[in-house]
């Protein structure tokens, strides 16, 4: 099993930054990619971004020139940090992380069922 949790949530202003933290333990794996993904109420778990193993990193559409996903491979930890947010990113963040990802299924890192473990998740509101 592993274990995910998020960090580094809270009330921003818009314009302003927050940075995310995510951090594995149990047994954590090198073939891996680790997303984010947010969630406001009523609405379906939507993808932010990712990193592989090997450090690409995808984004989605919502958030690119905005955030960026790093990761610590030695802390199995993966940061994201988020600048100009604006009241719309306001969600719970999650955490999530996919065992293995083969090349064919490089799609698979957009998709919150393709991912086999979960945070618990962490709020971020945007105030206008």
């Known amino acids: 099993q592993v274990q995910l949790v998020e960090s580094g949530g809270g009330l921003v202003q818009a314009g302003g930054s927050l940075r995310l933290s995510c951090t594995a333990s149990?047994?954590?794996?090198?073939?891996?990619?680790m997303g984010w993904f947010r969630q406001a109420p009523g609405t379906e778990r939507e993808f932010v971004a990712a990193i592989s193993w090997s450090g690409r990193t995808y984004y989605g559409d919502s958030v690119k020139g905005r955030f960026t996903i790093s990761g610590d491979n030695a802390n199995n930890t993966v940061y994201l940090q988020m600048s100009s947010l604006k009241p719309e990113d306001t969600a719970a963040y999650f955490c999530?992380?996919?065992?293995?990802?083969?090349?064919?299924?490089?799609?698979?890192?957009?998709?919150?069922?393709?991912?086999?473990?979960w945070g618990q998740g962490t709020q971020v509101t945007v105030s206008s």
């Open positions: 999530a992380a996919r065992k293995r990802l083969a090349p064919r299924e490089i799609s698979y890192i957009y998709f919150a069922g393709k991912y086999d473990y």
């Open positions: 149990g047994r954590t794996f090198s073939s891996n990619v």
